[in-house]
C-alpha cells in the first residue's frame, strides 16, 4: 500500500480550484467524486468544505436515513443550532427509536450547509430507518451499528476492525487518536495543493483494508451499501456525474467499486420494515463521547469543536479558555501560567515528535502548570471542556409529537428552559406559578418522562415548598414521543395514564401510591377512577402488612391536598377505613413472625402511627391506636422489636409514663429472657438515630438497665446478640455515643454528691434536677443582667 499522508488542516488561503486548460473549472474524477471522512471529525470537516468548494458538484449525496430529506432544509435555519440529531422512531412502538447526532464539526453537517448555502440538491442514501428499526428487534440480521448512526453494537462490536487502529498501527502509533491527530489535525494544507488528494489517499488505504478484512465484521453494512449504490446511481441519471458523496471511509471501496444492480436489490428484498416517524432534536457534546455508549462517539468532542471553530493558534486559546473555567472554581490562575503551560506543551510534542501539541500534550502541561499536579481540577477541564455540556437547538418549525409541542408551550409560559446541567429548583406551591409548573413536573414522571427528582429540600419542610433536581436529557424526547400514546396534552396524556395504571394494578400499595402521584399531579379527572380501584382493592385486601402499607400514601396525599385546595373527601373515608381495620387485625398480626417478617411489621408500624397523626379529625382513632399499642408493648407472644419499638412509640408521645416504662424494660431485660430476644426489645426500643441515644442519655435509669442486663449476658450468648447492639448503637450520632460511652464509664451517680432525683420528671428525661450543674449557669446570668444596666 503506497503511504499517504491525510491531510485536512485549515488554511489561510483559498483552496486550489481544478480547472480546465481553458481557465474554466472542470468535473475533477471520472464519476462521482466519493469524500471518505471520520464522522465527527474536524479533520475531515474542513477538507470536505475545501473539496466541495474546489470541484462545485451539482448534487450532494451523504451517507444518513433518507426519511430525513424532508427535515435538511431546516438546517438552514438560523434557530438550528447544532449538536443536533435527527431522531426516528417507530409509530407503533416509540420507545424503538435512533438517533443520527451531526455536531458543527460533523463534515455531514458542513456539506448540507454547503449544499444549502449554494443552493445544490443533498439527499440522504444510507438504509431507511423504517429497515433499521424493524431490524433492530432481529438479533440475526446483526445490528451492525457504524460510525454515525445511533447506538453500539452488541457482542461482535470487539470483532470488527478498526479502520483507523489498523492505518495506526501500520503507520507505528499504539494509539489511533494520536495518529488521527498527527496526520489530520495538525497538517495543513499547503496553498496549491489539490484539496481532492486527501480524499484519494484515503480511498487507497481503505480498499487495501477491504482487500484484506472484507466487511470487518459489519454484516449489516453489506445491506447498507447496496442501498447506497442504488441511491447513487439514480443521482447519477437525473443529475449526471457531477454527484460529490460524503460517507464514512470504510464505504468508499464499496461505492466506487463495480458491482450489479441485481445483486444489491437482491440483498434488499424481504428486509423487514415499520412505519417511522424523523425530526430533529437537541442533541449535546455529552452524548457524542465514546464513553456515553455512542458507537461512532469520541473522545473529546469539546476539543475537536476547538478545533474545529479556533481561527488560528489553538493551543493558545485552549489553555484560555481553561484558565478562564479554573478562575471561575477560584482557582489562582494568571496569564504567566497559561505563557508557561502553552511553553510546556510545546516542549512535550517536540520530544515526542509530534507536529504540533495535541490533547495529551496539553492535559499534561495543565495538570503540572495550572492544577499543581493534581487529577481533582484537572478532572474539571475534562467534564466541562474535553468533553462539553453543550446543549443544541432546533428550530420550532421541526416536526414534532403534539405531545412535544405541548411540553414546549409549557416551558416557555413557566420559563423552564430544559438544561442539560443539573441543577436545583426551589418551589413555593403558594405562588401560582410554582404550583403549575410542581404540577408539570409531576405529571411528566408520571408519564414516564424523569426530566425532574424530588430532592429534600435546604429550607422548610411544610407541605408547600418542593425541591426539584433537573436535568434535560436528548433521550427524553423518546420517552415524549412514547408517552404521546395517552394523549396530545401533558395533561391529558397524564390523566389517561393514570387511568391505565389504576385500573391495570394488582397490589393496593400501587393504588395508594397512584392517588397520592394524582393529587400531586393535580389529575381530577383521573382521581374518581383511581378512587374506585382503591376501594376495591382496600375492600378486598385482608392482609394487614399491604393495608399498613398502603395507609402513609393516602396520608400524605390528604396532607397535600389540603395544601393544594383539592377535593379529598373520598380518599379520607377510605383512609379512615384503613385505619380502623389495621387497628383490629395489627395486634394479633404481630405474632409468630421470625427475624425478618418482625423487622417489617415494625417498619408498618412505624408509618401507621405517623400516618395516623396526619389524618384530619383523628381524636377517636388516636385513642384507639394507643390501645393498639399498649396490647402490643405487653403481649409475650409478639417479637421484641415489634414490643420494644411500640413502646417506645408511647413513651415519646406522653402516653407512657417513664416509670412504666423502666418497669416495661427490667421485665423486657429479666434474667429469664432469652439473650435474643432482650437485644432485639432493646433495638426496638432505643434504636434509630434520632432520640434513641438522647433517651439513654438524659435517662440513667433506662441506661443503668441496659448497662446491667449486658454485664450479665453469658459470654456464649454474648456474640449472639452483639450485632443487633452493633447495629443499634451505630446508628447514634458520635457526640451520643461519646456521651453515653463516658456515662458508662463513671458508672452509677454516688449517692452523696450525684444530682438530686424528685419523684417526677418529664417523659425522656431523668427525674430530679442537678443543682450543682444548675448552679453553674449563674455567673454567665450575672453577667448579662448587670451588662443590661450598665
Known amino acids: 500500500m503506497t503511504k499517504a499522508v491525510v491531510t485536512g488542516g485549515r488554511t489561510d488561503t483559498a483552496p486550489a480550484e481544478v480547472t480546465a486548460p481553458g481557465g474554466e473549472k472542470r468535473w475533477p474524477a471520472d464519476g462521482p467524486l466519493v469524500l471518505g471522512v471520520r464522522h465527527h471529525g474536524p479533520g475531515s470537516a474542513r477538507a470536505v468544505r475545501a473539496a466541495l468548494d474546489a470541484a462545485g458538484p451539482r448534487a450532494v449525496l451523504i451517507e444518513g436515513p433518507p ?4 427535515l435538511l432544509p431546516l438546517a438552514a435555519d438560523e434557530a438550528m443550532v447544532p449538536p443536533v440529531a435527527l431522531l426516528a422512531h417507530a409509530v407503533d412502538d416509540p420507545g424503538r427509536a435512533a438517533f443520527w447526532p451531526m455536531a458543527e464539526f460533523s463534515p455531514e453537517w458542513v456539506a448540507i450547509r454547503w449544499a444549502l448555502a449554494h443552493d445544490v440538491p443533498v439527499r440522504f442514501i444510507d438504509l431507511p430507518a423504517a429497515h433499521s428499526l424493524a431490524a433492530a ?27 483507523i487502529a489498523v492505518l495506526a498501527g501500520t503507520a507505528g502509533y499504539d494509539d489511533p487518536e494520536r495518529w488521527w491527530e498527527d496526520v489530520i489535525e495538525h497538517r495543513g494544507t499547503p496553498a496549491g495543493d489539490d484539496p481532492l488528494a486527501p480524499f484519494a489517499a484515503l480511498g487507497e488505504a481503505m480498499t487495501a483494508l477491504r482487500e484484506t478484512y472484507g466487511h470487518g465484521g459489519r454484516d449489516r453494512d453489506l445491506v447498507r451499501e447496496a442501498h447506497m449504490r442504488i441511491r447513487l446511481r439514480a443521482a447519477r441519471k437525473e443529475f449526471g456525474d457531477q454527484i460529490a458523496v460524503v460517507c464514512g471511509a470504510w464505504h468508499v471501496p464499496a461505492l466506487t467499486g463495480k458491482s450489479a444492480v441485481t445483486a444489491d436489490r437482491a440483498l434488499l428484498k424481504g428486509l423487514p420494515k415499520v412505519r417511522t416517524e424523523m425530526t430533529w432534536v437537541p442533541w449535546t457534546h455529552r452524548r457524542l463521547a465514546r464513553h456515553s455508549g455512542y458507537g461512532a462517539g469520541i473522545d473529546s468532542p469539546g476539543w475537536y469543536a476547538h478545533l474545529f471553530s479556533a481561527p488560528d493558534r489553538p493551543v493558545e486559546r485552549w489553555m484560555t479558555k481553561v484558565a478562564g473555567l479554573l478562575r471561575e472554581e477560584d482557582r489562582l490562575v494568571s496569564s504567566a501560567h497559561v505563557i508557561e503551560a502553552v511553553r510546556l506543551a510545546g516542549t512535550l510534542a517536540a520530544m515526542r515528535a509530534r507536529p504540533l501539541p495535541g490533547l495529551s500534550e496539553t492535559t499534561d502541561a495543565i495538570r503540572a502548570v495550572m492544577c499543581d499536579g493534581s487529577d481533582v481540577p484537572l478532572g474539571l477541564v475534562q467534564d466541562r471542556l474535553i468533553t462539553g455540556d453543550v446543549l443544541g437547538e432546533v428550530p420550532e418549525s421541526a416536526p414534532a409529537v403534539p405531545l412535544q409541542r405541548d411540553l414546549a408551550r409549557l416551558q416557555r409560559t413557566l420559563r423552564l428552559k430544559p438544561e442539560l446541567l443539573e441543577r436545583e429548583l426551589e418551589l413555593d406551591l403558594r405562588k401560582e ?47 415524549v414521543a412514547e408517552a404521546g400514546i395517552w394523549g396530545t396534552t401533558v395533561l391529558s396524556a397524564a390523566t389517561a395514564r393514570a387511568e391505565s395504571d389504576a385500573l391495570s394494578a394488582t397490589a393496593l400499595a400501587d393504588v395508594t401510591a397512584l392517588a397520592e402521584r394524582c393529587l400531586l399531579a393535580e389529575l381530577s379527572d383521573a382521581l374518581p377512577v383511581v ?65 425478618d417478617g418482625a423487622a417489617e411489621m415494625r417498619g408498618h408500624l ?12 383523628s381524636g377517636e382513632l388516636n ?19 415489634i414490643r420494644g419499638r411500640a413502646g417506645r412509640v408511647l413513651l415519646d408521645d406522653g402516653r407512657l409514663a417513664e416509670d412504666e416504662a423502666a418497669r416495661l424494660m427490667g421485665l423486657a431485660l429479666s434474667p429469664g429472657t432469652p439473650p435474643a430476644d432482650a437485644a432485639a426489645w432493646i433495638e426496638g426500643f432505643v434504636g434509630g438515630a434520632s432520640s434513641g441515644g438522647m433517651l439513654l442519655v438524659h435517662d440513667e435509669r433506662l441506661l443503668g438497665l441496659v448497662d446491667a442486663w449486658l454485664t450479665s449476658v453469658p459470654a456464649d450468648a454474648f456474640t449472639d446478640v452483639l450485632p443487633l447492639l452493633r447495629r443499634t448503637f451505630a446508628s447514634y450520632e458520635p457526640g451520643v455515643r461519646r456521651t453515653l460511652g463516658e456515662l458508662v464509664r463513671r458508672g452509677p451517680a454516688a449517692e452523696g454528691g450525684g444530682p438530686v432525683r424528685g419523684e417526677a420528671g418529664v417523659p425522656g428525661f431523668g427525674a430530679g434536677l442537678d443543682e450543682e450543674r444548675a448552679d453553674a449557669v449563674l455567673p454567665v446570668l450575672r453577667l448579662i443582667l448587670e451588662g443590661e444596666h450598665v
Open 67 to 70: 426519511e430525513g430529506d424532508a
Open 606 to 617: 412505624d408509618g401507621v402511627h405517623q400516618a395516623i397523626g396526619l389524618l384530619p379529625e
Open 531 to 595: 378512587m374506585r380501584a382503591l376501594a376495591d382493592r382496600a375492600a378486598l385486601d385482608a392482609d394487614v402488612g399491604h393495608l399498613a402499607q398502603a395507609l402513609p400514601a393516602l396520608a400524605r396525599s390528604l396532607r397535600y391536598g389540603d395544601v393544594r385546595a383539592t377535593d379529598t373527601a373520598a380518599l379520607g373515608e377510605v383512609a379512615a377505613g384503613l385505619a380502623e381495620r389495621i387497628c383490629v387485625g395489627l395486634p394479633p398480626a404481630c405474632t409468630g413472625l421470625d427475624a
Open 623 to 641: 385513642g384507639r391506636w394507643t390501645e393498639v399499642l399498649r396490647k402490643i408493648a405487653v403481649r409475650d407472644t409478639v417479637p421484641g422489636v
Open 433 to 479: 406559578t410554582d404550583a403549575e409548573r410542581s404540577r408539570m413536573l409531576h405529571r411528566l414522571r408520571l408519564l414516564g418522562v424523569g426530566w425532574g427528582t424530588p430532592a429534600a429540600g435546604r429550607g422548610s419542610t411544610g407541605t408547600f415548598r418542593e425541591t426539584w433536581q433537573l436535568r434535560w436529557e436528548p433521550e427524553l424526547y423518546v420517552k
Open 137 to 163: 428487534a432481529d438479533p440475526t440480521w446483526g445490528d451492525g451499528e457504524e460510525e454515525g448512526e445511533a447506538y453500539p453494537g452488541g457482542d461482535e462490536a470487539a470483532l470488527r476492525v478498526d479502520p
